[in-house]
């Protein structure tokens, strides 16, 4: 009699154990039998079936679970959907018509009778919800897909909802397990919850490299799982039937199952299909979107965002009513919103420019203006602290983010944000986390970093601070030796001397320090892509660049050599498209137009990329004269296999032209490899072909290359057709010239003296537009002061006293000289009497304002010239 109650409760686990299958703690963590259900949340518990058993209150709550199936929960409704069933009920009796699921996938029960959803009386049947247990509680994603496969036909909308939502968290607990037991480093530590935009989604302690080779082992996997397509079929036919938050589950399962488990779009789909896949996919979610975003709460909204985000192919086919239904509710929810939503909301809107051009232009002024409210109010100038990482890496986001969207950032500086942002950035800086590490880590540092410098305001408003900018750069210095991430590395390094040279902040030892070894340390991980910020930063900061090792400057040469011997013909598919919308577009001029200002996407070396690296190693002398005979060799093959596309933009044609130029004096071991992989040709074809397009400055850097290397000059004498290549090169300066800078219309003056071959193919009209130039910025050109405005605004070197004084009068002399060098011309006499006598008036008036001094330099110059 005495063992009764233990055998009653024995019983009671089991049917407990048949409802909900157990988990091994490996695999999950602890879980409270009790708790919420994942699937179930948002329902609410109702009376329980009676129960024989008796003793001890656990035990009764087990037989409810084990009686009822369910654990009691029912869906939550709404006040309107509570309104709309005692409607119903005062219309058809207590006894009337199933309900079942209204238009907005809320379960509504049937007054008497059985349900629509099974027996109980109060929300889905007792298969879906012992189907539901089985998909959440899956040992790994075969066993997942596994009941995919064989129970798909019986599941309904709420069963398709936790199959995707349990099969991305299955997927990275999939990949974490092969990472930790191939004897990579050991997790250190447990990171709860879903990542914030931006954060790592790795592990902590395990390296990025191993964590993204395991990811991509299982992606790959589960991207030709013949299973997956099922599921996301059933995904595709049940989503009319989700309610607000499971639309908005759905949406980032998917996301993060393409942009972090990259296993879609789907390995057995062709590009075709896929195309046609996704675009009746996002047309069922946008409808369903624009029907449920109203009942979003403001997490929901926040994670609908996140999740166009991370699947940019889903996100740009969603409707303009679609995304307008989401901003307006973001809108409402405003003020409801934590710093983690307002962080991948606003970190949304900015991630691509297709999501600028779409989600973020379908934002009402009062919507951002609302959510400047809701960030101004997330932190308090006077209170605030972060309470954990979380709360750091919200305001990184939110801060990267705002400086990318120009109407957010109005409605910021409206509301004095950026003064709270700042204020909360430098807080964030001082303190230290639980686990003693000072500020921002890595990449949340490089965020901030990375708006400072792309945001006046915020960086004016830094600069205000007393101690803020100290405050960044300790952070820097004290997350330096933890982080290794190359990008956000690079991020930070690129940034710091955008401030640095905008507001005059200045290094510490410390961080010169820090910083070389930094750049030395993750050059060995930096990807082709990010090469050229790596060693941009470098060039630019220039004390930091002389803290620099040998040993690092070999470990950056070698990551050159990488990122230039990686290249093929695939990384200029992208530039050929460029050239084939431009022919299509057929518009002259238009090609800067429409790729000056693109990005360039993530881990692609395309070819401006490639000779917009050459250009910063080039600007690095230490880089320089760290390249060895093998990689000047695979930069040349590279350069010219670019060059012998025909698909060169004019930036290309810019950046390898003023690269080649800027090694003429330093680096012969260039030119010989130029030479042997025939660089040249190609490259004055190139330049020819994009003159039409070329801006004025690119113009007239061309040509000031041309003046200064004889290889590129025997190239066009050979490359011009059955039109001189000087003589379209003249007709497109002449074209150009009324809009160059006092700078560039003395190097179009000194291009026309050293070459006469050009001079001589100028029109009248070109000259007159050249000269004329010239005359306009004679204040310039003779004001000593103005000039060395002028050479600083060009990025020259004036900090030395002797430098300082040579750029007083440089432009004055180079002008005269380049007229004088003109009158010596042997065709002189065939540039026309009116050319002639504006170029002596110009002579005139310049020599007239100088002082006898510079004068003297003039006529000087002039006689090194002619000799």
Not at 597 to 617: M, R
């Amino acid at each position: 009699a005495r063992r009764a109650p233990m055998r009653r409760g024995i019983e009671t686990l089991r049917a407990l154990l048949r409802t909900a299958p157990s988990t091994p703690t490996h695999a999950h963590p602890p879980r409270n039998l009790l708790a919420d259900p994942p699937a179930l949340r948002g329902w609410r518990i109702v009376a329980p079936h009676p129960t024989r058993v008796e003793p001890g209150r656990a035990i009764r709550e087990l037989a409810r679970w084990a009686a009822t199936g369910d654990g009691g929960w029912t869906r939550v409704g709404s006040e309107r959907d509570r309104a709309d069933r005692d409607r119903r009920r005062g219309e058809t009796g207590a006894n009337g018509g199933p309900i079942g699921r209204d238009t907005r996938g809320v379960y509504r029960r049937r007054e008497g009778g059985a349900s629509s959803q099974g027996s109980h009386p109060s929300g889905p049947s007792k298969e879906h919800v012992r189907l539901n247990g089985d998909l959440a509680h899956a040992r790994g994603v075969d066993a997942l897909l596994a009941v995919v496969d064989a129970r798909g036909d019986e599941m309904n909308a709420v069963n398709v909802a936790t199959a995707v939502n349990s099969l991305w968290k299955q997927a990275k607990r999939e990949a974490r397990d092969i990472a930790r037991e191939e004897g990579r480093d050991p997790r250190q530590g447990h990171r709860r919850g879903d990542t914030l935009p931006g954060e790592s989604v790795w592990p902590v302690g395990l390296g990025t490299q191993d964590w993204e080779a395991a990811r991509d082992r299982v992606g790959t996997k589960l991207s030709h799982d013949p299973r997956l397509p099922k599921l996301l079929r059933l995904v595709r036919e049940k989503v009319d039937e989700l309610h607000a938050r499971a639309v908005s589950g759905v949406m980032h399962s998917l996301g993060v199952l393409h942009a972090d488990s990259r296993a879609l779009p789907v390995g057995r789909w062709t590009a075709r299909f896929e195309k046609s896949f996704t675009a009746k996919l996002a047309g069922a979610l946008s409808s369903r979107v624009e029907a449920t975003a109203a009942e979003m709460n403001a997490q929901e909204v926040a994670i609908a965002y996140n999740a166009c985000a991370k699947y940019d192919a889903l996100g740009e086919r969603l409707t303009p009513d679609a995304w307008l239904a989401l901003a307006l509710a973001a809108s409402k929810r405003s003020s409801r919103f934590t710093p983690q939503g307002l962080a991948m909301t606003l970190n949304a809107l900015s991630k691509t420019p297709a999501m600028e051009a779409t989600a973020a232009a379908a934002v009402p002024q009062r919507g951002w203006e609302a959510l400047a409210r809701a960030v101004v109010s997330a932190f308090p100038a006077a209170t605030w602290r972060p309470n954990d990482d979380g709360d750091m890496q919200s305001v990184a986001v939110i801060f990267n983010a705002l400086a990318k969207l120009d109407h957010a950032a109005l409605a910021i500086a409206g509301e004095d944000g950026w003064r709270v942002l700042v204020a909360a950035a430098v807080t964030c800086a001082r303190t230290r986390t639980a686990r003693n590490e000072l500020g921002f880590n890595g990449q949340a540092l490089a965020m901030v970093l990375n708006a400072f410098a792309n945001c006046h305001a915020a960086s004016s408003e830094l600069a205000t601070v007393e101690g803020g900018w100290s405050a960044l750069r300790d952070n820097f210095v004290a997350a330096a030796p933890r982080d290794t991430r190359a990008q956000g590395a690079c991020m930070i390094l690129n940034a710091s001397w955008k401030l640095i040279k905008e507001h005059g902040f200045e290094t510490s030892a410390e961080f010169r320090r820090a910083a070389a070894d930094f750049a030395a340390r993750i050059a060995d991980d930096v990807p082709p892509k990010t090469t050229g910020l790596l060693v941009n930063s470098l060039a630019k900061l220039k004390d930091v660049a002389a803290e620099v090792t040998p040993e690092g400057w070999r470990r950056i040469a070698a990551c050159v050599h990488r990122a230039y011997a990686s290249v093929g013909d695939a990384n200029f598919e992208r530039d050929r498209e460029k050239i084939r919308d431009l022919h299509r577009g057929n518009e002259r001029g238009s090609f800067a137009e429409r790729f000056g200002d693109s990005g360039f996407e993530v881990g692609q070396f395309d070819g401006d990329e490639l000779t917009a690296t050459f250009q910063s190693v080039c600007a690095c002398d230490p880089l320089v004269d760290a390249l060895g005979d093998d990689t000047w060799r695979v930069i040349s093959a590279a350069v010219a296999d670019f060059a012998r596309t025909g698909a060169m933009s004019p930036d290309s044609v810019f950046a390898t032209t003023a690269s080649y130029n800027a090694l003429r004096k330093r680096a012969p071991r260039a030119f010989a490899a130029a030479d042997a992989c025939d660089v040249w040709e190609p490259l004055a074809t190139c330049a020819l072909s994009r003159l039409d397009d070329m801006n004025p400055i690119f113009v007239i850097q061309t040509l000031d290359a041309a003046k200064k290397l004889p290889e590129l000059r025997e190239a066009l004498d050979k490359v011009g057709g059955s039109v001189s290549g000087w003589a379209r090169l003249a007709e497109r300066l002449g074209e150009t010239a009324g809009e160059l800078d006092a700078v560039n219309a003395v190097n179009a003056i000194s291009a026309l003296g050293w070459m006469p071959f050009l001079a001589v193919e100028m029109s009248d009209k070109g000259w007159n537009t050249v000269l004329d130039r010239l005359r306009t910025h004679e204040t310039v050109l003779t004001d000593r002061r103005l000039s060395l405005e002028a050479a600083t605004s060009h990025g020259h070197d004036v900090s030395g006293a002797a430098a300082s004084a040579a750029a007083e009068t440089k432009y004055a002399e180079k002008s005269v000289s380049g007229l004088y060098l003109i009158q010596s011309h042997g065709g002189y006499d065939s540039y026309g009497k009116a050319v002639r006598e504006k170029i002596a008036e110009c002579i005139e008036r310049i020599e007239g304002k100088m002082d006898d001094e510079t004068r003297a330099k003039v006529h000087k110059r002039f006689e090194k010239l002619s000799r």
